[in-house]
């Protein structure tokens, strides 16, 4: 499975970028698929999450009504789409998968369980000035 993230760039405070991740080697079917983002000398963190079998979605709160994730079947892609961009949103931002036919944990949360993802992308860097 590869994960090929596209679409970062570096924009104006209030600007938009759309963020597409191309999932290579598997079909939809019982995944989370998360967007990431790190900045040098932090966590990463969950940004936002769409789990396939149900179509749920979740969002870090501080992005909720700014980013939207989506995904296209046909082309097996998840897009993140961000309007309303910050400098504090400045990061490289990765996609991930995590099959949950590799795994049965009861725990998993598809923002916060960050090291229970199974696949990674490289990394597309946004960058926001003021």
């Known amino acids: 499975v590869q994960l090929v993230e596209s679409g970062g760039g570096s924009v104006e405070a209030g600007g938009s970028l759309t963020l597409s991740c191309a999932i290579r080697?598997?079909?939809?079917?019982?995944?989370?698929i998360g967007w990431f983002r790190q900045v040098s000398g932090k966590e990463r963190e969950g940004v936002a999450a769409?789990?396939?079998?149900?179509?749920?979605?979740y969002y870090l709160p501080r992005v909720k009504g700014r980013f939207t994730i989506s995904r296209d079947n046909a082309k097996n892609t998840v897009s993140l789409q961000m309007v309303d961009l910050k400098p504090e949103d400045t990061a490289i931002y990765y996609c991930?998968?995590?099959?949950?036919?590799?795994?049965?944990?009861?725990?998993?949360?598809?923002?916060?369980?960050?090291?229970?993802?199974?696949?990674w992308g490289q990394g597309t860097q946004v960058t926001v000035s003021s």
């Open positions: 769409l789990v396939t079998a149900d179509g749920g979605t």
């Open positions: 991930a998968l995590h099959d949950f036919s590799k795994d049965s944990s009861t725990t998993f949360h598809p923002l916060h369980a960050v090291h229970e993802y199974h696949y």
């Open positions: 080697g598997l079909s939809f079917d019982d995944e989370s």
